[in-house]
């Protein structure tokens, strides 16, 4: 059964437009990469920011968790491709 489609919760705290979302494997965990520069970890049950990953000189165009959950990689727009270890 679907939901009336309803907003559930609004995250903020990029500075520039978020270009990527991804959730975790487990559903536990968001990553969002923005042209900000950064990539950002949220915890979906409240939607708090975890941690903010930074790096990348220009911004971030993909992100996304490895199959097992244990790496996150991100693309940027400085022809780099970043792969950063999770662990919850």
């Given at each position: 059964q679907f939901?009336?489609?309803?907003?559930?919760?609004?995250?903020?705290?990029?500075?520039?437009?978020?270009?990527s979302v991804a959730f975790s494997p487990d559903g536990q965990w968001i990553v969002s990469g923005s042209w900000d520069n950064t990539v950002?970890?949220?915890?979906?049950?409240?939607?708090?920011?975890?941690?903010?990953?930074?790096?990348?000189?220009?911004?971030?165009?993909?992100v996304d968790f490895?199959?097992?959950?244990?790496?996150?990689?991100s693309g940027g727009t400085e022809n780099t491709i970043r792969i950063w270890q999770f662990s919850d």
């Open positions: 939901s009336d489609g309803s907003l559930n919760r609004t995250l903020t705290g990029h500075t520039d437009a978020v270009f950002r970890i949220w915890q979906f049950s409240d939607g708090s920011l975890i941690r903010t990953l930074t790096g990348h000189t220009n911004g971030v165009d993909s490895s199959p097992d959950g244990q790496w996150i990689v």
